[in-house]
């Protein structure tokens, strides 16, 4: 089992969204959070803002099947691939070994728990 976590711009949400549910990936949660990335922070720098606010992200957590991993990761990636020359920001994916599951009103424990 894997925990996914995703930080992605706000506005590619239903577009991941939409792809997860085409790889047939329909449980997630959504935090509203805030944060900086390389390419944020080095163009605050270059702007002599070096203390720079946060920009508002959405950040995914996905418990998966290690049978969905792939198609989760690709999922989020075609979503979120920039369409433009020059567009940063896309986000990150970070995948953590995720050591148990359990579902509160069963009682079931890992992989079935997913």
Do not use: H, Y
């Amino acid at each position: 089992m894997k925990l996914v976590v995703a930080i992605i711009p706000p506005d590619r949400l239903e577009a991941v969204k939409a792809a997860l549910a085409e790889a047939e990936v329909f449980r997630l949660t959504v935090m509203d959070v805030q944060g900086s990335g390389r390419d944020q922070l080095a163009a605050a720098s270059r702007a002599g803002d070096v203390g720079a606010g946060l920009f508002r992200k959405v950040q995914l957590m996905i418990g998966v099947n290690d049978d969905f991993l792939e198609p989760t990761v690709d999922a989020i990636m075609r979503a979120c691939r920039p369409t433009g020359p020059g567009q940063t920001g896309n986000g990150k994916i970070f995948i953590l070994p995720l050591e148990d599951c359990i579902r509160i009103r069963t009682g079931e424990r890992g992989p079935a728990a997913i």
